[in-house]
Nanobody, 123 residues
Framework: VQLQACGGGLVQAGGSLRLSCAAS????????MAWFRQAPGKEQDFVAA????????YYADSVKGRFTISRDNAKNTVYLQMNDLQPEDTAVYYC?????????????????WGQGTQVTVSS
């Protein structure tokens, strides 16, 4: 499967952005999906994940209550709605697809990755 992320940009603290990740190739609904992020000079961190059907979601504590992951299997797209953005959310955001039912927040469990989209939050 090929993944294409978009929707990043520059926003002021307290603002919102919605990231999208469009998938092509094999059946999108076969994959659990997730978002990770990597700030400059830091390791890649888990942000949020969603099950194949969309019925189960999982968030990093740092974004819980501010970010919402969702998916539309008819459109082969996963979304990340980010509200109340803060400067510490500044990073390149990556979408990823996973076949296994295990390893929700483990980046090594994911089989396919998008190219990343930059999110910059100014204070």
């Amino acid at each position: 499967v090929q993944l294409q992320a978009c929707g990043g940009g520059l926003v002021q603290a307290g603002g919102s952005l919605r990231l999208s990740c469009a998938a092509s190739g094999r059946t999108f609904s076969s994959y659990h999906m997730a978002w990770f992020r990597q700030a400059p000079g830091k390791e890649q961190d888990f942000v949020a994940a969603i099950s194949r059907s969309g019925g189960i979601t999982y968030y990093a504590d740092s974004v819980k209550g501010r970010f919402t992951i969702s998916r539309d299997n008819a459109k082969n797209t996963v979304y990340l709605q980010m509200n109340d953005l803060q400067p510490e959310d500044t990073a390149v955001y990556y979408c990823a697809a996973r076949v296994s039912s295990f390893g929700w927040s483990n980046r090594y469990a994911y089989n396919y990755w998008g190219q990343g989209t930059q999110v910059t939050v100014s204070s």
